[in-house]
């Protein structure tokens, strides 16, 4: 074989490099596309079986004159669903993704270095770090969906042989999120600031006025609260790794908020999608798939 002007020209270390990059690559054709056939014969013969050994929950036609309760969105987008419940729609639909998306983009111009480049868990701390941004996301954000839902009350209830409109009446404010706007004595001038008459005045440019009120109590529960959650404590969790040696590099940090996301992201799917009754009413998994009387 005639060697190349390039390859002549190389070292022979840059020619013995040249030659084990050759050797190490992979064709499309028949490395990839035979393993994806095969994946793809095990799913259909997989998803073949489950339905034949399993009914699918198949209701009646559809009507378009009777929405179902509770209705709910694709199991892609329950996740998002779930967030309706807990905070403003424009703060749950449209913000939240959108931080998310430019966060999750940021992470290669924040970690950059490139040890370990393209290897999962290359770091000595990157399992740890994996396990503990995973379980504080997922018992997080579970504690915090079962505290909106006001479960934690039935839970006091049946630990204390109680009933649940025993719970005591000066910690109504801790039923739930909504209970801080509800069961909280805010002042009546508070429940509607006129910013469009004192602060906003456009009028003053010879627009028209902007008619402006403000609910500062629905304004702390809808969106000054959970944005302070979903903020402060993934930066909490950050400073207390940190200080304790578990996170020491910007890849560390980047593993557990990453392992956190994901966790929230899963908690909140399986929550929207098997623990939401109707009136989308949060179950005990032992009312699951109960019927309702």
């Not at 390859?7 to 050797?23: L, M, Y």
């Not at 064709?27 to 793809?40: G, H, M, S, T, Y």
């Not at 036609?61 to 779930?82: I, M």
């Amino acid at each position: 074989m005639v060697a190349t002007a390039q390859e002549t020209a190389a070292s022979p270390a840059v020619r013995a490099r040249a030659r084990r990059q050759r050797d190490e690559e992979l064709l499309v054709w028949p490395d990839l596309v035979f393993v994806e056939f095969i994946a793809a014969v095990v799913f259909t013969l997989s998803l073949t079986a489950l339905s034949i050994l399993i009914n699918a929950p198949l209701l009646d036609r559809a009507n378009a004159g009777v929405t179902p309760n509770p209705s709910k969105a694709p199991w892609y987008f329950l996740n998002l669903q779930e967030l309706l419940l807990h905070m403003h729609p424009a703060l749950a639909g449209v913000i939240v993704p959108t931080v998310a998306l430019i966060a999750l983009g940021a992470i290669p111009y924040f970690d950059r270095s490139h040890d370990g480049q393209g290897e999962w868990l290359a770091t000595p701390r990157a399992k740890l770090n994996l396990i503990i941004g995973a379980v504080v996301g997922a018992v997080g954000t579970l504690l915090l969906i079962i505290w909106d839902g006001s479960k934690h009350v039935v839970l006091w209830a049946r630990l204390t042989g109680n009933d649940v409109s025993d719970w005591p009446t000066k910690l109504n404010w801790l039923r739930s999120a909504r209970a801080l706007q509800i069961h909280i004595n805010w002042p009546e001038e508070l429940l509607s600031i006129p910013l469009g008459e004192k602060v906003l005045r456009t009028d003053l440019l010879g627009l028209p006025r902007v008619d402006l009120n403000v609910n500062l109590p629905a304004l702390i529960v809808e969106q000054a609260l959970p944005t302070a959650l979903m903020v402060g404590l993934p930066l909490l969790m950050a400073f207390i790794l940190h200080r304790q040696g578990i996170a020491r590099t910007k890849r560390d940090h980047m593993i557990a908020q990453f392992s956190g996301f994901i966790a929230v992201f899963v908690v909140l799917t399986v929550i929207g999608t098997a623990f939401r009754g109707q009136g989308m009413e949060l179950l005990w998994p032992q009312d699951v798939g109960m019927p309702v009387s």
